[in-house]
């Protein structure tokens, strides 16, 4: 029983460290990587059980049940063998002569022992067990255990290899390959000289543990690389979008939002009209006198200058608010916030700049406003509509005062 003892506590703890990958995932989806180290995971329990049960058994005396625990304990480890070999070639993701050796070396492994083990039965050249149900090795079982050694030995002085001469997850992988080789080539070796010790499984707990520990290590090192990544290009491309977003939304004249921005922001405004989830704003639209004249004695260049200087006007304003050129002489701005309870204010000190401005010659607006009336106004355009007729009967109030001048 003290024997089991050992493969007991590595189930335990190969149950532990591996919880998800044996009891918690899913097969499909996953990468070759990880289905080849399940696979060689489940080895591993098998012959850790088979390992459990030698010890059980023995200490029973049942010697029938215990020749064929043996059998199937010698398949489980050139199963485990083979099984590793594979999961090295995925896990180091390299197609070459290194990778070609250890696969065929695994195959003929577990082919062997196999073949040696059916031999078994006929002559005891793998293992027998004496009239007193004593357990004796054969010469091929210490055949089994060299080869395992090379085989570990060659394939941990090969990585070891390779990770001095690269850097990243290929360093970190090849590492992690050869800790596993050298744990198992330590513990194998004492297990040549002491057939009747747990001492392969201790090598598969630790070998195991480090695996577990570099594997880890290495995906969160590549998930925290490809986090980084997926937020780094996810910035530039909230950053390009923005731009992209600020300059379709953009007039290009005067700098202010133009009539695409607005129709999004009536729609916005809209919706919340609909939810009545906003109590007040305001509308006021503008337009500016004299801009045809202006572009036809004077050209276009300087009624552009006339818009960015109308514009300029609008803006100091309405300091708060948001000013849109919707038109080619035509401004909006939605008032709320600090601009709509300074409404009043803000409107006659407009209407006196605007006396100023045509007594002495410079940019005209003519502006019209209206506030959301909750009881009769069901959408953005019609608080916007009663603004704009505003506008007209203003620019209309103030032509006919220039021609009484």
Known sequence: MVYSSTALVAILIQCII????????????EIPAQRAYFRFLLATMA????????????????????????????????????LWTQYVIEYLEKSDIFTAVILYTGQIFFVSEILFL????????????DADGAYRAGKVRY???????????????????????????????????????????????????????????MGYMIGICLLHTFVIEDVKNEYRSELELALKREKEQKKELGSTRRLANTDPL???KNKRAFMEREEFFSELMADRAIDSFGVA???????????????????????????????????????????????AVILNGADFRNRMAIMESFDSRMERNAVSGKVVI?????????????????????????????KKRMKEAALRQ
């Open 366 to 394: 003519s502006l019209g406003f209206a506030e959301y009336d909750s009881s009769k106004d069901e959408a953005f355009s019609d608080v916007f509509k009663r603004a704009d007729a505003e506008m007209y009967e203003h």
């Open 47 to 82: 012959y850790y059980i088979t390992d459990a049960m030698w010890g059980i058994l023995d200490s029973l005396h049942l010697t029938r049940l215990l020749y064929a625990d043996t059998v199937i304990y010698y398949v489980a480890m050139a199963s485990a063998v083979l």
């Open 18 to 29: 591996n919880h998800d990958i044996l009891f918690g995932r899913k097969r499909e989806g």
């Open 118 to 129: 059916i031999i078994n039965f006929f002559a005891p050249v793998f293992f027998s067990f």
């Open 143 to 201: 055949i089994a255990l060299v080869v395992q050694i090379v085989f570990f030995m060659v394939t941990s002085v090969y990585t070891f290899y390779v990770m001095a001469k690269t850097e990243g997850s290929v360093r970190r992988r090849n590492r992690t390959v050869a800790l596993f080789g050298l744990s198992m080539v330590f513990f194998i070796t004492i297990q040549f000289f002491y057939p009747l010790l747990p001492l392969y499984s």
């Open 254 to 256: 005067t700098g202010v």
């Open 285 to 331: 639209v503008m337009d500016l006198n004299g801009l045809k004249r202006i572009n036809d004695t004077k050209g276009h260049e300087a009624g552009d200058q006339y818009i960015v200087s109308a514009c300029k006007i609008i803006c100091d304003l309405f300091k708060h608010s948001p000013v849109y050129r919707i038109g080619g002489d035509e401004f």
